[in-house]
């Protein structure tokens, strides 16, 4: 399977994941299904059927209570499922960030626990319909085997309400949301990044673009989703041409703004107006935009959510710099699995080895940058914030690369300057101090103990 096969398969399933309705509605078509084809197999047993004591035993209106009991009470439930989810979506976006949101809608048991919900008063209804009483000459009919599997369906249901309060509790925790965050990045980083080796060389410098380059255009407005460099490689390839992308998924791009440029390969021979085209197109093609930030390509997308939590707790309506710390505890862990990856511009590279496509990802850099300014400042009068952000440097200077040491030197000395504005006594100032210099040693590969975070 291709790498670029794998990009796409992972923005539609995490599109797919991301709504309520697909695992419902199959359910409810299948409940519908079931619901006529049950009581023609009912029709065609007998006693003689091996379970038959099992089965539902009373009489057409038994049944009718019954299948009506089940079919009210499970929409009930249901509506009570979908309020508790909507104030756990509320209470997630108020307390922590709107950008966790997506995390409760991809939750696959609340998908399933809907889905079950739904699928039972559906079968309920539908088997109602089949329910016949001795009357008008026709002849009494029970489904009995489609009553009791209606039975068993809201027993199901009863102990999945039961299940989905408990899981519900867990997931509205922050500590359960930033380790699904976490998790989510992860995955992502292991589909799109390659593992840094030690011994690799360093990494070419992608080509620079020389003056009157072609700029591209993006025709949709909305965040940078998922760009197929292979598409844009064919292009590439095809006119002669090579192209720069520099906004990468996680952007917010304008339409008729420029999102890349494109040059000749060869200086003597220029673009003409179809290669023009065939690129500017090419471009539209291979980037797509959506209304909101996802997971699937965008490399930042866990740090930013990370990062939201910090911010949010540290604001003054919340003030729980605890739930910063343990936040920061994950970016930090984030941050160093990813200075073991390859990060920076992806070179794509013809038959004859001609770099033609350059697509830009955030850096070491950046992406430090991105899990720590904000905290740095938001939290700049809390000593127990500016430990944390001191710890995070250093356990990240222990896993960075040498060339990468530059990434922390620049962050500490920035953290230095907040701690050295603030009015902190001289004991804060003492340990900041000591986290400073401990920094400084996993810089050079000694890590000294008694240094931490409080």
């Given at each position: 399977?291709s ?9 539609v ?37 091996p ?6 035993s ?34 997630a ?5 709107p950008r ?18 739904l699928?039972?008063?559906t ?7 089949s ?40 997931q509205?925790r ?28 360093a ?27 292979s ?6 390839a ?13 952007t ?7 999102i ?8 003597l021979?220029?673009l ?15 980037v797509?935009?959506?209304?909101e ?16 939590v910090?911010?949010k ?5 919340i ?5 910063a ?9 984030l ?71 530059a990434?922390?030197?620049?962050q ?10 603030q009015?902190?006594?001289d ?8 986290l ?19």
């Open positions: 399977m790498s670029a096969f794998r990009a796409r398969l992972s923005v399933r995490d599109t797919t994941r991301t709504q309520l309705w697909p695992f419902p509605t199959l359910a409810v078509v299948l409940a519908v299904a079931a619901g006529v084809v049950l009581p023609l197999v009912d029709a065609r047993i007998d006693d003689s059927f379970v038959s004591a099992a089965l539902f009373g009489g057409a209106d038994a049944a009718r209570t019954v299948l009506s009991s089940i079919a009210g009470s499970l929409i009930t439930v249901t509506s009570l499922t979908f309020s508790l989810t909507v104030v756990t979506l509320q209470l976006s108020s307390q922590f960030s966790l949101l997506r995390t409760f809608t991809r939750d696959r048991f609340v998908h399933l626990t809907l889905a079950l919900f699928a039972t008063f079968y309920a209804l539908t088997v109602l319909r329910v016949r009483n001795d009357t008008g000459g026709s002849a009494e009919f029970v489904p009995r085997l489609s009553v009791t599997v209606a039975f068993v369906l809201a027993v199901a249901g009863v102990l999945g309400l039961v299940v989905f309060l408990s899981h519900l509790a867990r509205v922050v500590e359960t949301m930033v380790r699904a965050v976490h998790d989510d990045a992860r995955s992502t980083a292991a589909l799109l990044l390659d593992e840094r080796t030690p011994d690799a060389p990494p070419p410098r992608p080509p620079i673009p020389p003056p009157g380059a072609v700029p591209l255009l993006a025709h949709d407005s909305g965040f940078l989703v998922r760009v197929d460099g598409v844009l490689l064919d292009a590439a095809g006119t002669g041409a090579v192209v720069l992308l520099d906004r990468h998924p996680g917010f791009v304008v339409a008729g703004t420029p890349g440029l494109a040059w000749p390969l060869d200086p021979r220029p003409d107006d179809d290669a023009r085209d065939r690129l500017a197109r090419c471009a539209a093609a291979a797509t935009t959506g209304y930030r996802t997971a699937a390509q965008d490399v930042g997308f866990g740090l930013r959510q990370l990062t939201d910090v911010n707790s540290l604001s003054p309506g003030n729980d710099p605890t739930t710390v343990h936040a920061l505890g994950h970016s930090a862990a941050l160093c699995e990813l200075a073991g990856r390859e990060l920076g511009p992806r070179l794509l590279r013809d038959d004859d080895g001609c770099t033609r496509v350059v697509l830009t990802r955030p850096t070491l850099a950046d992406l430090v940058d991105l899990a720590i300014a904000q905290p740095r400042r938001y939290g700049a009068t809390d000593p127990a914030v500016l430990s944390r952000i001191a710890v995070l440097l250093r356990e990240l200077a222990w896993c960075v690369p040498t060339g990468q040491h990434v922390v030197v620049d500490l000395g920035r953290l230095r300057a907040t701690v050295a504005a009015g902190f006594d004991h804060e100032n003492r340990e900041l101090a000591e400073g210099e401990a920094v400084e040693q996993a810089l050079h590969g000694r890590w000294t103990s008694g240094a931490d975070a409080h």
